[in-house]
């Protein structure tokens, strides 16, 4: 369960990646007790997250295919640097990884201001993805490429996806995603990254 401090917590920590931040020494003074703790604990785990991410970028960098490595340990760590971003987006660029592009397109979809180009993972999924990864994108997508995605699971001739499909698109003719759905009042499943 995700607590109020807890929340917070995790926005300073982002907070922190995203800017340059003051000496560790500035930071505690003139703070309370429970600030100080609360302080202390963020810079341990923006120095983990920065360790992790150092990790990230030499796999990244230096094993081919392992773009979905790197996404598992940066969400056991609970994020990563904007090197660490990019230098996933990449390694799945170069390895031309539907698979990884599907879960970092849906990862950049909730979280704001990722240096990466979600369009350009998308595009490589509703080109290379599977019947699952795209049905999962046309309902977790914010505004999903509809008759890409429509042209393709028809293509495939695949019985079950096509009625999927289609139930889902009667449902919710403009194809808005679910979070959207979800917002104005209506209840939909969000589809897991991954059923494998």
Known sequence: MTTANQLAEDQLLQDQLLQDQLPQDQLLEDQSPQDQLLEKKLIEKKQNIQQQAEKIIAIADNEDNSALKCIHLLSVAGGATSEAFKAIEQRIVADQDNYGAYHLALIAQSTPDLPIDARQLIDMVVAKGDNQQLLSLLKNLPLPPVDAIKQRI???????????????????????????????????????????
């Open 154 to 196: 028809i293509a495939s001739e695949d019985g079950a996806a096509l009625a999927e499909m289609t139930a889902y698109l009667q449902a919710n003719p403009d194809g808005y995603g679910s979070n959207i759905m979800l917002g104005s009042g209506q209840k939909d499943r969000i589809v897991p990254l991954s059923e494998r």
